[in-house]
T-cell receptor, first 115, second 114 residues
Framework: DQQVKQNSPSLSVQEGRISILNCDYT??????FLWYKKYPAEGPTFLIS?????DKNEDGRFTVFLNKSAKHLSLHIVPSQPGDSAVYFC??????????????FGKGTKLSVKP | GEEVAQTPKHLVRGEGQKAKLYCAPI?????VFWYQQVLKNEFKFLIS????????ETGMPKERFSAKCLPNSPCSLEIQATKLEDSAVYFC????????????FGEGSWLTVV
């Protein structure tokens, strides 16, 4: 039973355009959400996060949107750059119950940004 | 240190042999996590520590897997009598404390059981 789902295994985008990566979750106890970026043969690198008390968080070219009623979040990258090509993992945490801060990950979406 | 340091980067073991992986969390971080990633799929949580105490071990297989975080030593994850299905990348991660929400990962240790 997957609690965090990334339904698109891959996404291809032209350089300069917007990349939108989606993530759905089922556990209503989750109250903190993170996006990690992973290059081959490296560990995941933290990108951006959002608390459940917010619906948007922005950091430079990266914005995360949270829709609690739909149990859905998305990561927007604009403008996309070839260096953004990587696998993006959505992760969720229930800080005050259940997983005690442990992260539950989706299966990842491979983003390819073409020059 | 400024990053989570994992050793070895690569480890090859014959079936039935023991495998031991090490992790030094970021200096000042009191929580350590171990995750297993098999065949590029999602990360499976194994165990977490708060300093040297086991915090959450709900993901640890009941047999063959053990982990420790002792004072003044790197944390370790040990697999006794390895099996082919233990082949995976094992990631260690750490976070500053209970109120810190972001977990920072190491580069991973690639275990291949042949």
């Amino acid at each position: 039973d997957q609690q965090v789902k990334q339904n698109s295994p891959s996404l291809s985008v032209q350089e300069g355009r917007i990349s939108i990566l989606n993530c759905d979750y089922t556990n209503s106890m989750f109250d903190y959400f993170l996006w990690y970026k992973k290059y081959p043969a490296e560990g995941p690198t933290f990108l951006i996060s959002i608390s459940s008390i917010k619906d948007k968080n922005e950091d430079g070219r990266f914005t995360v949107f949270l829709n609690k009623s739909a149990k859905h979040l998305s990561l927007h990258i604009v403008p996309s750059q070839p260096g953004d090509s990587a696998v993006y993992f959505c992760a969720a945490s229930a800080r005050y119950g259940g997983s005690q801060g442990n992260l539950i990950f989706g299966k990842g979406t491979k983003l390819s940004v073409k020059p | 240190g400024e990053e989570v340091a994992q050793t070895p980067k690569h480890l090859v073991r014959g079936e039935g042999q023991k495998a031991k992986l090490y992790c030094a969390p970021i200096k000042g971080h009191s929580y350590v996590f171990w995750y297993q990633q098999v065949l590029k799929n999602e990360f499976k949580f194994l165990i977490s520590f708060q300093n040297e105490n086991v915090f959450d071990e709900t993901g640890m297989p009941k047999e063959r897997f053990s982990a420790k975080c002792l004072p003044n030593s790197p944390c370790s994850l040990e697999i006794q009598a390895t099996k082919l299905e233990d082949s995976a990348v094992y990631f260690c991660a750490s976070k500053p404390g209970a109120m810190g929400n972001t977990i920072y990962f190491g580069e991973g240790s690639w275990l291949t059981v042949v």
